[in-house]
């Protein structure tokens, strides 16, 4: 396995690992993310297995004991499974997330206390500043949270658009079709009455590019795929209802 890196927009980098072996012949990568400042941020750890390549591909760009913000979507295995080893080898980085998060199990998981995030707080990356936002149970996770940069309009997505195979680091193509050909196929979102609404939400923030965790970044009209992937949440939502004859 090797992981490559794209800057899919100014000075925010992807790391890219595919693994072929998930839902073969398909494959799905994971994508990590680190945005560039006095004070770095990482999106996203990767899975302890995927650390040591990881760790190398965020070396190529930086020394890693200037890491100072760890965050990520939400709490599981590819999201934050190496922020411990990623706090152990740079001395002054935090992890930081929401409330929930924070409070069920990172407070305890973490191995330096995290910095807890309200909705809406603004982390100061010194000549930049990313955006928290509460997302709960969108896709899934109660803790569910996401970032926006507010330098270069880019939402930090994590697993909504989730999409198989092995495309180009950043398309200006379709990504509603493949992330709901995803969906049917993994069934991975917590289906919820409030899940459009809350993915309405990200897309009036105007986002320029999306960074998706699996997949391709997304340079297109992004607020118009968030409308898209949110009206079909809302049918996947009214369609469960009606099987249960609400
Ligand atoms: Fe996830
Ligand atoms: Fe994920």
């Known amino acids: 396995m090797e ?11 992807r790391f890219s690992t595919f693994v072929p072996e ?18 770095p941020l990482l999106f996203h750890t990767g899975p302890r297995r995927l650390f040591p390549l990881v760790r190398d591909a965020v070396s190529r760009l930086m020394p890693v004991e200037r890491l100072r913000w760890i965050t990520f979507g939400h709490y599981e295995a590819d999201e934050c499974g190496s922020m411990n080893e990623w706090l152990a080898v740079a001395p002054r ?4 997330h929401g409330m929930t998060g ?5 407070i305890d998981m973490a191995d330096r206390t ?21 997302t ?40 509603v079709g493949p992330a709901i050909a995803a969906e049917d196929t ?42 898209a992937l949110a009206d079909d949440y809302d049918r996947r939502v009214r369609l469960a209802a009606q099987e249960v004859g609400l």
């Open 3 to 13: 992981t490559r890196i794209d800057e899919i927009a100014n000075a925010i980098f």
């Open 22 to 39: 998930i839902e073969a012949p398909a494959g799905l990568t994971f994508n990590q993310f680190l945005v560039l400042g006095d004070e």
């Open 93 to 96: 980085a935090e992890v930081a």
């Open 102 to 106: 924070c409070n069920v199990s990172l």
């Open 114 to 134: 995290p910095r807890v995030l309200a909705d809406g707080e603004i982390i100061d990356l010194g000549s930049r500043r990313v955006r928290y936002l509460d």
């Open 136 to 175: 709960p149970h969108v896709p899934h996770g109660w803790e569910a949270g996401l970032i926006f940069e507010e330098t270069t309009d880019t939402l930090l997505c994590g697993d909504l658009f989730t999409q198989y195979g092995n495309g180009p680091a950043l398309t200006e193509g379709d990504i």
């Open 186 to 227: 993994a069934c991975f979102s917590a289906l919820n009455p409030g899940m459009g609404a809350t993915i309405r939400r990200l897309a009036a923030l105007t986002p320029r590019t999306l960074a998706l965790m699996h997949g391709p970044s997304f340079a297109g009209d992004s607020p118009a795929a968030l409308a």
